[in-house]
């Protein structure tokens, strides 16, 4: 039996450590039922260079949150590559589908290595001028986005499933094998409650052509499109210890360039330290055992590799440039009305900036509230969280979307400062709800509201039925001014199809001046003002 090398045996026990982490770290994302986090669910993120530099140039300040990321950048001066070989989720996940997946690569054409560094330098300019898009291309938000949004919620529905069939339909004895197996899975891996998310298949999409591309290439991705690869390899440029060949001794046999899942060798045994992720397979795979990690006064990276003076000014012209062009559109002066956010949300074009689309806050959303927008913000606003309240409605006392957004996008709240903040403000519609369209009594609206003096309140009105009688009912009416749009009362409306009683976004706190400096003015409800409510 072949043994396995040590460096490879610890590379593969790193990579499968940081890989239970992160999933460890993914399934307390979930709402526990508890009203706090435990742990730092979003410390993938924040140890991303790559969103650490979009969302502080987004915002124009270094943000504090994602100040770890510089670790990884300063490791990655001295041993290059080394977290898309030895930790990073994806490369892992790759790896593991690659038996599946990968064929012997052909030959890239000339430009597509340049690929990875023009959509960084794109994300890097386009994030300073107002244009998000790190959430589309960093690897960790599109594989966090996928899972919770697409792959979580559908394991939860089969696991479900299945043990739904064998409890109903199987025989006794296997219940007695199941359920026990069940209940572990209920508290170790299964989520807390059943969710659906709209954009759940092209969430899936994305991820999955990740996967699909190693037909192309083995770590396609990695290679040629990865933008945070290629801030880590412009950093490994610099890097003093790497792998490289000892060159006299070489009969450039081209093994190497074979065995090298990155392409980061080529047939004459030249080390591109920008590409490699030291995994070790030329050290091991060498029979002349050419190659050797260790300290290196050469520099290993072919001038080639990178973007030329010319491509560089016209990537970043055209990054600028796609900004305003994405400006000039009727949405900037007209939002969506139903475009409602979450509580503590920052003014709209710095959410924008600094949210990743990593879709934790609608995993973490107690009624399945949260859902990614389509384009209610546009382009722009693809995958980031909008409350939709027929779907669920905002918890008046929880708060977990703040605890668990990486960059501050929303921001961290405690309960009783959530409670003051309003998302948006409920309106009826006369010709649905019951009591005015068809004088039939309903208090369901009121009965949920949940401000401490009620924001839907009743006048008693004598009216006409719809069988022509004459009816005593209490009309329901909205107090704007206690009005916080959490969604309850359009959520819990009995009516079928589209509620009575609908939010919009419209006197939502992040819109007024600020006052406190936090990028949105906090709602002084009349009932702690002592301000005048009861306006017919």
Known sequence: M??????????????????????????????????EISGAVNLLFRFDPLIALAASLAARTAIVLVLPAIFLLLSSFLLGRWFCGWACPMGTLLDCARPLLSRKAGVAPAALPKLRYILLVIILVGAFFGLPLVGFLD?????????SMAVYPAFGMAVETFFNLTYNHGPAWLNHLTEPLYQVLRISVLPFDQKVFALSIPAAAMLISLFLLDLLHRRFFCRYVCPLGALLGLAARFAPWMIHNRKPSCTACGQCSDLCRMGAIDQQGQVNGERCILCMDCVTGCHARQFTFGRTHRNPVPVAEGLSRRAFIGTTAGGIALPFLFAVRPMKLYPEPRLIRPPGTLPEEQFLGRCVRCGECMQVCINNALHPALLEAGFEGLFTPRLIPRIGYCEYQCTLCGQVCPTGAIRRLSPSRKQEIAIGRAYLDRNRCLPYAKGVPCIVCEEHCPTPEKAIRFREVT?????????????PYVVESLCIGCGICENKCPLPGRSAILVTSEGESRRQPSIEGNGYTLKSPSWKTGTPTDKA
């Open 2 to 35: 072949k043994v396995k090398p040590t460096s490879i045996i610890f590379r593969r026990f790193s990579q499968g450590l940081f890989l239970l982490i992160f999933i460890v770290l993914f399934l307390h994302t979930d709402y526990q039922g508890q009203d």
């Open 139 to 147: 690897p960790f938000a599109i594989l966090v986005r996928g899972l």
């Open 463 to 475: 009216t006409i039925n719809e069988i022509g009688q004459e009816v005593r009912v209490k009309q």
